[in-house]
C-alpha cells in the first residue's frame, strides 16, 4: 500500500538589517565570503531526518505552506525554531521540534494558541526539564546519525592520538583558564600528539578528516541536548573521553535568575561501549590514563551503539510514528 507524504516545514529567520529587503543581497554576499552554510546543530537535524526518510521510503512535502493552509484536516512536523510557527495561521495539527523553544517559560501560551498535539526534545533531560510545562504532550526524539558519511577507517591511518572537541560555551574566559589550558598542558607534558576543533569554527569535511586521523577524542561541552558531533565521532569507531559535568541547566539566558534545573549532561546518548565520562579537570588525569589504556586494549565499541540505537533509518522510523499518533 502507498505511504501518504508527510508534512514536514523547516525554516530559518532571515531579517533585513539596515534597509528594506536587504537580508537577500546579504545572503548573497555571505555566500560567497564564508562559502557554503555549515551544517550545524538544526540544519543537520532536518537534512538528516529527510535523508532518514528517504532510507525507508517514506515521502514527504516539505515547506508546502499553500497545501497545509489548504488541507487543514492534516497533520505538519515543524522541525525550525518557533519562527515557523508564525508563519501563518495554522488549522492543522502540530508536531512541534525538537527544534523548539529553549525552555517553555519562552512562549507560555503555546498549547492554548496553537493545535500542538506533540512536542519533541531531543535528549530525556530535556524532556524532564519541558514536561512540568507540556506534561505527556513531549516526548523524546533524537536524529538519526549517518552511518555511512561516518564511518570507521583502518587504524593504520590514524597518525594523531588525540582529537580535543572543544564545544564549551559558558563562561568562556574562566572555562579557558581553569579546563581547557590544563587539559592541553597535561597532554603535551605527556607527549601525546592532538588536533583541536572548536564548535562553529570548522566545517563539517575538516571534523571528518581530524576524525579520520585521531584514535580518540576528547569532549568538552557543559550540556548536549542530544550531541549530533559526538555522536558522528563514534559513528566513525572513535572512542571519547567525555567532560559530564552534570549539575544545573547553565544557559544564562535563563539561570540561574529565570530557570534552575538539574541534573543535566553532556552525553545524553551513552553506555559503557562509547568511552569513560569525567567530572572535573581535576579526575582528568586519572581518567585519561584509563581511557587510553582502555583504548590501545580495544575495549571499546562505540560505533555498535550508534547502529544499536541513532541510524537515520531507525530514528525517521521512530519520527514517523510520533507523527501518525499525532495525527490520531
Request: hydrophobic share 35%; aromatic share 14%.
Given at each position: 500500500?502507498?505511504q ?10 532571515e ?21 557554503k ?26 515547506n ?33 521540534g ?5 525552555h ?11 493545535p500542538?498535539r506533540?512536542?519533541?526534545a ?29 564511518s ?8 594523531t ?22 587539559i ?23 571534523f ?8 580518540v ?13 559526538y ?11 567525555a ?47 584509563e581511557?587510553?589504556?582502555r ?15 541513532l ?9 514517523v510514528?510520533?507523527?501518525n499518533?499525532?495525527?490520531?
Open positions: 500500500m502507498e501518504s507524504p508527510i508534512n514536514l516545514f523547516y525554516e530559518e529567520p531579517r533585513d538589517r539596515w534597509l528594506p529587503y536587504d537580508r537577500f543581497p546579504r545572503k548573497v554576499i555571505r555566500r560567497l565570503v564564508r562559502g552554510t555549515r551544517a550545524l546543530g538544526h540544519r543537520r537535524t532536518f537534512l538528516n531526518l529527510r535523508a532518514g526518510l528517504d532510507r525507508i521510503g517514506q515521502p514527504y512535502r516539505v508546502d505552506f499553500r497545501y497545509a493552509q489548504r488541507n487543514g484536516s492534516e497533520t505538519v512536523g515543524i522541525v525550525g525554531k518557533p519562527y515557523v510557527l508564525d508563519k501563518m495561521s495554522w488549522k492543522n495539527r502540530i508536531i512541534f525538537p527544534c523548539t523553544h529553549s517553555p517559560s519562552d512562549d507560555p501560551e503555546l498549547l492554548q494558541r496553537l500542538v506533540m512536542i519533541l531531543y535528549g530525556e533531560w530535556m524532556r524532564r526539564m519541558c514536561e512540568p510545562f507540556w506534561k505527556d504532550r513531549v516526548r523524546t526524539w533524537a536524529v538519526g546519525i549517518d552511518t555511512r558519511t561516518w570507521p577507517v583502518p587504524s593504520d591511518q590514524k597518525t592520538d588525540i582529537l580535543l572537541y572543544d564545544k564549551v560555551m559558558w563562561a568562556r574566559h574562566r572555562s579557558e583558564t581553569d579546563l581547557i589550558a590544563p592541553v598542558t597535561h597532554l603535551r607534558r605527556h607527549g601525546l600528539s592532538f588536533v583541536t576543533l572548536r564548535y562553529g569554527f570548522y566545517d563539517e569535511e575538516e571528518r578528516e581530524a576524525l579520520v586521523r585521531c584514535r577524542m576528547i569532549f568538552l561541552c557543559e550540556h548536549e541536548t542530544q550531541g549530533i558531533a555522536q558522528q565521532a563514534l559513528s566513525c569507531g572513535v572512542p571519547i573521553l567532560w559530564d559535568r552534570g549539575g544545573y541547566w547553565q544557559d544564562p539566558s535563563y539561570y540561574p535568575h529565570k530557570v534552575k534545573f538539574a541534573p543535566v549532561t553532556s552525553v545524553p546518548y551513552w553506555d559503557e561501549r562509547c568511552g569513560i565520562r569525567f567530572k572535573n579537570v581535576e579526575e582528568f588525569p586519572e581518567k585519561l590514563a581511557f587510553l589504556e583504548s590501545a586494549a580495544q575495549e571499546f565499541s562505540p560505533r555498535d551503539y550508534i547502529l544499536e540505537n541510524t537515520l533509518e531507525k530514528c525517521a522510523t521512530r519520527y510514528d510520533f507523527y499518533e499525532a495525527a490520531g
